[in-house]
């Protein structure tokens, strides 16, 4: 929503040739530039504190499996797609449910408590994994979306500042 709102005011400006709008455009798109950098940057940096914080929360929240749907559904998401099981290893969920669910099956129907049918990878190693292999592809559609984007604020200021105002265009008779 903002970034429409955004978008609606550089339309404006460049369309009423606005300068002092122009200028006001320019300074946001600067701001979100900044915001959506050091949100990435924090990401990158933190990254292992993201995984800790779900790894922490995935475990606490074990024994409420099967019982709260939403948090089944999720942990059945998470633990087929990443082709996981447990925070750690398989060997958590023995601890909480004593039975590791359906979606740590490395096939559909197999039996949980024989550990060849099932991954045996914890689910937070395997995040580990995700994150640092799309880390590069992240950061390199970052950088060109920001260049893009430092270039609008250029464009902005250009404008902004050699554009005449509205008033200066006419000449008094």
Not at 74 to 85: F, K, R, Y
Not at 106 to 132: H, M, N, Q, S, W
Not at 139 to 167: D, E, M, N, Y
Request: with cysteine; charged share 10%; aromatic share 8%.
């Amino acid at each position: 929503m903002m970034l429409l709102v955004l978008s609606l005011i550089g339309f404006i400006a460049c369309f009423y040739k606005l300068k002092s709008l122009t200028i006001i455009y320019a300074i946001l798109l600067a701001c979100v530039v900044a915001a959506q950098l050091v949100g990435g940057t924090l990401v990158f940096v933190f990254k292992e504190d993201v995984v800790n914080e779900l790894s922490n929360g995935f475990l606490n929240n074990m024994p409420a499996y099967g019982s709260n749907k939403a948090y089944t559904s999720a942990i059945d998401a998470i633990q087929t797609e990443l082709m996981c099981c447990g925070v750690n290893s398989y060997t958590d969920w023995l601890k909480s449910v004593k039975i590791p669910p359906q979606s740590c099956c490395k096939t559909p129907g197999c039996i949980t408590i024989i550990p060849a049918e099932i991954y045996t990878e914890g689910c937070a190693d395997r995040l580990r994994d995700v994150l640092t292999q799309s880390a590069a592809v992240s950061i390199s559609v970052a950088v060109i979306f920001a260049l893009i984007q430092i270039t609008g604020v250029i464009a902005a200021f250009i404008l902004g500042c050699c554009r005449q105002s509205r008033s200066a265009q006419y000449v008094q008779i």
